[in-house]
């Protein structure tokens, strides 16, 4: 049976900058992990791909030193993500504080700012696989929307599709949108995190009969 090989979970609430009202996310993370674990994980309950050229970087105080650093990944040698390319390291290093908050910065084609707010140290569940999302609230927006600003006047634009506004920007802006989208609706059971986070895979001594149910087509 599958049995976890850490015993703690940290536990962060993401917050997207910028959102009114907020958009956000709970999740709990093994105590090995990287930050490079945790900014895939971000990209995953945020439901965003995970591209090998974005860049991204964590604004942390390392509590040795007491000193801001910038931990992060520069894929192209972007000029505010230049010399932080140490993406190896654990946050167990950096997290000891409850309630500290650290700046997160994830670029790819759209440039988005996150707070991430330590909430706490959990006891992990030896049979949960990790990382978890416990909790949130609202849509994420479209990953190459253009960020916060474009993405409530996308939301302004459809909710206002009849009142005469541009029809032409209205149906740009609707092509970045599934038909049944709401902005309000979020569903953390949906989240689904990718290897690069962490996520080990399927163990093959998982109950015979979920096996089975696993390994039927779909009808």
């Known amino acids: 049976m599958f049995v976890n090989q850490f015993k703690r979970v940290y536990q962060f609430r ?35 791909e995970v591209y090998a050229g974005s860049s991204y970087e964590f604004k942390v105080i390392n509590p040795t ?19 932080i390319n140490e993406p190896a390291i654990r946050i167990a290093d950096y997290f000891s504080k409850r309630k500290a908050k650290v700046g997160y910065t994830s ?24 990382p978890i999302c416990v909790k949130g609230k609202r849509a994420s927006p479209p990953e190459d929307c253009g960020g916060v600003a474009k993405y409530q006047e996308m939301l302004e634009t459809i909710n206002e599709s009849n009142s005469g506004r541009d029809r032409k920007a ?29 996520n080990p895979p399927l163990p093959d001594d998982l109950p015979d009969r979920l096996m089975k149910i696993l390994k039927e087509p779909f009808k």
Request: hydrophobic content about 35%; overall charge negative.
């Open 14 to 48: 993401i917050i997207l900058k910028g959102t009114k009202p907020p958009i956000w996310r709970r999740i709990q993370v093994p105590d090995n992990y990287s930050f490079e674990n945790l900014h895939v994980a971000i990209q995953n309950v945020m439901d965003w």
């Open 65 to 83: 030193t007491g000193l801001k650093e910038t931990i992060g990944c520069s894929c192209f040698g972007f000029s505010r993500f230049a010399g």
């Open 107 to 130: 670029k790819h084609e759209t440039r988005w700012i996150f707070t991430i707010e330590f909430e706490k140290v959990l006891s992990a569940d030896k049979f949960e696989i990790y």
């Open 170 to 198: 209205l149906k740009r802006y609707q092509n970045f949108f599934e038909d049944d989208f709401d902005p309000e609706y979020f569903d953390p059971d949906n989240v689904f995190f990718t290897a690069g986070s962490g």
